[in-house]
């Protein structure tokens, strides 16, 4: 099953696809997580994604559709998975289309899950993030058993530079901008699902796991 998660920053895009993937047994592909990954190695990818992601601007497609594109094709991906993040502008379904099509396969499921912007603001200022496997935590929805201490995999939490409020205002921007017209362009399609973010974790959970089933 290859499932496309669509979102604001803030939406829960992280935390239902790491879920979904535990519950659907497909792995779970965060385009925010890769580069944050070359990041963090010094690749040249991730020096020249820096300074986009920093401002909270989208990284350009060409940079990122290849990135997409070679994780795809690896093995545990052969039996589906859950994209959050990317397709984020028409040109990046288009070029996911292509290169799906190569290989006889289609996207089976979009969900669009929808919060408000007051909602978005408070959660990704209070957001820390695992270092170690990115599982996201809040310092009010989704504590933490020990401070500063992922539950999961005991990787230390931090805060991602692109939470700081000027940056969270340009990403819901540019959200509404560039990424918007993705969701008239799978409902076209006819393989979008709408799913309303605003609940808790995990009835957003269960309401996503019912709109793909
Ligand atoms: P990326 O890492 O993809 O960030 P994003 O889309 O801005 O989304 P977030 O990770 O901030 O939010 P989320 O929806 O995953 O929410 P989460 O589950 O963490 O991208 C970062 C940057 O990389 C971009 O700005 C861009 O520069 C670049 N980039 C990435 N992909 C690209 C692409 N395809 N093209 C070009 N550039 C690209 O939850 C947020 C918080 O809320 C957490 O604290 C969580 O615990 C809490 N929470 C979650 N659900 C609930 C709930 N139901 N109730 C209460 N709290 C909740």
Redesign the pocket.
């Known amino acids: 099953m290859r499932i496309i998660l669509l ?1 604001p ?8 696809a790491k879920s979904m993937s535990e519950s659907l047994g497909i792995v779970h592909i ?4 890769l ?1 944050r990954d070359h990041q963090a190695r010094g690749t040249e990818l991730g020096n020249t ?1 820096h300074s ?2 920093q401002q ?4 350009p ?1 060409e940079l ?1 559709i290849g990135m997409i594109e070679e994780r795809i094709q690896l093995p545990d991906a052969k039996n589906g998975y859950v994209l ?6 028409v040109e ?1 379904a288009k070029a996911l289309e292509e290169a799906l099509e190569k290989q006889g396969e289609t996207i089976d499921r979009v969900a669009n899950i929808s919060v408000s912007e007051e909602e978005l603001i408070l ?2 200022g ?3 993030i695992c270092r170690q496997c990115q599982k ?3 310092e009010v ?2 504590v933490p058993r020990k401070h500063g201490v992922c539950d999961d995999c005991g990787g230390e939490l931090y805060q991602r530079e ?1 939470d700081v409020p000027e940056a969270v205002s340009h ?1 819901i921007k ?1 959200f509404a901008e560039q990424t918007t017209p993705l969701i008239r362009y799978y409902t076209e399609k006819g393989n979008l699902v709408e799913v309303d ?5 995990e009835e ?1 959970r269960e309401s996503l796991l019912s709109a793909v089933a």
């Open positions: 979102g920053p803030g939406a829960g895009k992280g935390t239902q965060s385009s925010g997580d580069l994604a986009y992601m909270g601007l989208l990284v497609d990122i959050d993040g990317f397709p984020r502008t990046q959660r990704l209070g957001r820390w996201p935590y809040h929805n989704s692109d990403r540019v973010g605003e609940g808790r974790i957003v």
